[in-house]
């Protein structure tokens, strides 16, 4: 452990959020790291109020720590303001979306015989999320799907090097370049060329169907998953259904000069002040922050103690078949840690 203290931008965001943010932080604290919080609240009620998709007080918080956890913000859908995630990817070119999705051996899924480990990287900042829509004329829409050379470089140095440095064997590029020749067969050439300085990595190809129907049919056979934008979404949140869902799987969004951890899954405004929600998403976020600034040990310890309260099967929340609620799920997570 350093015995440094760290500056770090806590959203809560809404929902659900705060309690699972404060769940997060009491782990973190347990720990032993030295976090020096800087909350600052950025819900929906004060996006509208403002008119801002990130208030001016996140972005000041974020420049100066470079560094944040955030839970989730509710994003309205069809209409309304730009997704806070969205937001925060272009402002801080936030370029690479990962996400590792593995077995907790004690939850009970349809794939809990296997042991599933798997990292996606997902291109972040552009693709058909570059928000470029048209009208053409009444009841015709266009949308332009961006993919750069710049960009698809990025994320594959970014999958590439992560392999290597945590003993990956086998980089997967996803793509429909069959159909889309000039704009993923863009993206494959980038992966290609990059892949050429691994050789000690295995790299193949596979196109966005086939890799949906062999994920839910033989998902231990993915290592590093690479994609651009869409597909990253889509198949990371399919990917999370195979180890019990996005209440299980962290995230991080991570640019040259600015990283934030979170939980993708929703706000669940319908269960919130409750007690019964899961903070696993988050806490398995904030092992990724830890590791992100060098806090190796303690991300290692929050790992294990999460895993081993999954093992001992006594302290899980309702959303993965228990019977705790959200305080007593993150109190054993501590005590596993002392």
């Avoid at 931008?9 to 720990?31: H, K, N, Q, Y």
Wanted: hydrophobic share 45%; proline share 4%; glycine share 8%.
């Amino acid at each position: 452990m350093n015995f440094v203290t760290h500056n770090v931008t806590l959203i809560p965001g809404d929902g659900i959020g705060p309690e699972v943010a404060e769940a997060t932080a009491r782990a973190i604290d347990a720990c032993g790291v030295k976090i020096d919080w800087n909350r600052v609240e950025v819900t929906a009620d004060i996006i509208r109020a403002t008119g801002e998709s990130i208030p001016a007080a996140a972005v000041e918080s974020l420049m100066v720590t470079h560094l944040g956890l955030k839970g989730p913000v509710t994003t309205p859908v069809g209409g309304g303001f730009q997704s806070v995630n969205v937001a925060l990817r272009k402002r801080f070119d936030l370029y690479a979306n990962i996400r590792p999705v593995k077995s907790l051996h004690g939850l009970k899924t349809r794939f809990d015989d296997l042991d599933i480990n798997m990292v996606i990287f997902r291109e972040n900042t552009e693709d058909l999320y570059s928000g470029l829509e048209h009208e053409v004329v009444n009841d015709v829409v266009t949308g332009l799907k961006v993919i750069t050379r710049t960009a698809s470089i990025k994320i594959a140095n970014a999958a590439f090097k992560y392999a290597k440095l945590h003993g990956r064997k086998k980089v997967t590029a996803i793509h429909k370049a069959n159909i889309m020749k000039k704009a993923d067969g863009l993206f494959l050439k980038c992966c290609r060329e990059v892949a050429e300085m691994y050789p000690q990595i295995t790299y193949n190809e596979l196109i966005v169907d086939n890799a949906s129907m062999q994920l839910v049919s033989r998902p231990e056979q993915f290592d590093v998953l690479l994609l651009p934008n869409l597909y990253g979404d889509i198949i990371s949140d399919l990917a999370a259904g195979l180890v019990g869902g996005l209440g299980v799987v962290p995230g991080a969004n991570i640019g040259p000069d600015c990283a934030v951890f979170e939980s993708v899954h929703g706000s669940a405004p319908d269960i919130a002040g409750k007690g019964l929600a899961n903070p696993t998403a988050l806490m398995l976020s904030a092992v990724m922050m830890l590791e992100h600034v060098n806090e190796d040990a303690a991300a290692q310890q929050l790992q294990k103690a999460v895993e081993a309260v999954y093992r001992e099967g006594k302290h899980l929340t309702h959303d993965v078949g228990g019977t705790a609620n959200t305080n007593e799920f993150t109190d054993a997570v501590i005590a596993q840690l002392k």
